[in-house]
């Protein structure tokens, strides 16, 4: 399949799902991760570990709170090796995608003080 043609981004949309249910997450957070996943595609992940980060940051947002260890095993089940979840740049002052992507996970999650918390373990 041809990165970028329709059959690739549907593979993708259905492992966002495929991984959301495995969760048991509510269906807006498939939804949610997926726009996020859309709009973070040139962040410099792959599409799949993508794919983890931004069910993580869309469970933790909306409060259906998952862990790092429970990513993990979940991606190791479903796609037979364990995602490391926003992984550290060392390439880059931020040293994690997601801070050029604040403003639209705050357009999905408008609660700064949930976003404080999520990243305030980062320094």
């Keep these: 399949m041809k990165t970028g043609s329709k059959e690739w981004y549907n593979f993708h949309a259905e492992e966002i799902k495929r991984l959301c249910l495995f969760l048991e997450l509510p269906p807006y957070v498939v939804g ?3 726009t996020l996943w859309l709009g973070a595609l040139s962040a ?12 993580y940051i869309c469970a ?43 403003d639209l996970i705050l357009s999905l999650y408008p609660d700064e003080v949930a976003w404080d918390d999520f990243v305030s373990d980062w320094g």
Excluded at 69 to 98: G, H, N, Q, S, Y
Aim: charged fraction near 35%; include cysteine.
């Design 32 to 34: 949610h991760a997926k």
């Design 60 to 102: 933790k947002l909306s409060g259906n709170r998952v862990s790092v260890p429970t990513m993990k095993d979940a991606t190791k089940e479903l796609w037979d090796r364990p995602i490391k979840i926003l992984t550290l740049d060392k390439r880059t002052a931020e040293r994690r995608w997601v801070w050029d992507y604040k």
């Design 44 to 55: 410099g992940r792959a599409p799949i570990p993508l794919i983890a980060d931004c069910v």
